[in-house]
T-cell receptor, first 116, second 113 residues
Framework: AQTVTQSQPEMSVQEAETVTLSCTYD???????LFWYKQPPSRQMILVIR??????QNATENRFSVNFQKAAKSFSLKISDSQLGDAAMYFC?????????????FGTGTRLQVTL | DAGITQSPRYKITETGRQVTLMCHQT?????MFWYRQDLGHGLRLIYY???????DKGEVPDGYVVSRSKTENFPLTLESATRSQTSVYFC????????????FGEGSRLTVL
């Protein structure tokens, strides 16, 4: 079964600094998608960034970038120049296909605090 | 874009009562999902639907029932609520069929006393 592991329940970063959130996953597939979702206190789930496994180049979205290590099955999220609005729960997710649908499996989340 | 609407946003009920959480999408996306979010477990898939009248179990389906008579609606019913079903429930639809990216509703917080 596909599993996603986020080993850091909580992280803290000072404003304007850089922080990296870890994620590992287990799969036997060669092509798949990985995602990072952000959940602020409003509870809304917001897509931060996606990565397709066959693309070796790491995805980047403004201050957010990933370090995708396919062989190690690692997909970490780097947040640069952290802002107070980055404080949230962050979930790593893996997309896998069954015979009838594509589904996402989520990690347990990392709560990020941003301090002044 | 408020494409997915969940109701109610908050619900308190008692053990043994039937509860239905509603989910409505303004698009016509085929794939829809129900997840529950619990501390220490992240989001776990309860049920999903590939199209109208096609539903299938996810990771934690026990105690839940779904239906999908119309593409835009995907209600989740707890036939006899238990305290272990106290959770935040998210409805989602596939926003991009190529990537499998999900778009979520705002969640429904259910408390079972």
């Amino acid at each position: 079964a596909q599993t996603v592991t986020q080993s850091q329940p909580e992280m803290s970063v000072q404003e304007a600094e850089t922080v990296t959130l870890s994620c590992t996953y287990d799969t036997s597939e060669s092509d798949y998608y990985l995602f990072w979702y952000k959940q602020p206190p409003s509870r809304q789930m917001i897509l931060v960034i996606r990565q397709e496994a066959y693309k070796q180049q790491n995805a980047t979205e403004n201050r957010f970038s990933v370090n995708f290590q396919k062989a190690a099955k690692s997909f970490s999220l780097k947040i640069s120049d952290s802002q107070l609005g980055d404080a949230a729960m962050y979930f790593c997710a893996y997309k896998w296909d069954t015979g009838t649908a594509s589904k996402l499996t989520f990690g347990t989340g990392t709560r990020l605090q941003v301090t002044l | 874009d408020a494409g997915i609407t969940q109701s109610p946003r908050y619900k308190i009920t008692e053990t043994g009562r039937q509860v239905t959480l509603m989910c409505h999408q303004t698009w016509s996306h085929s794939y829809m999902f129900w997840y529950r979010q619990d501390l220490g477990h992240g989001l776990r898939l309860i049920y999903y639907s590939a199209a109208a009248d096609i539903t299938d179990k996810g990771e934690v389906p026990d105690g839940y029932v779904v239906s999908r008579s119309k593409t835009e609606n995907f209600p989740l019913t707890l036939e006899s609520a238990t305290r272990s079903q106290t959770s935040v429930y998210f409805c989602a639809a596939v926003r991009d069929r190529n990537t499998g990216e999900l778009f979520f509703g705002e969640g429904s917080r259910l408390t079972v006393l």
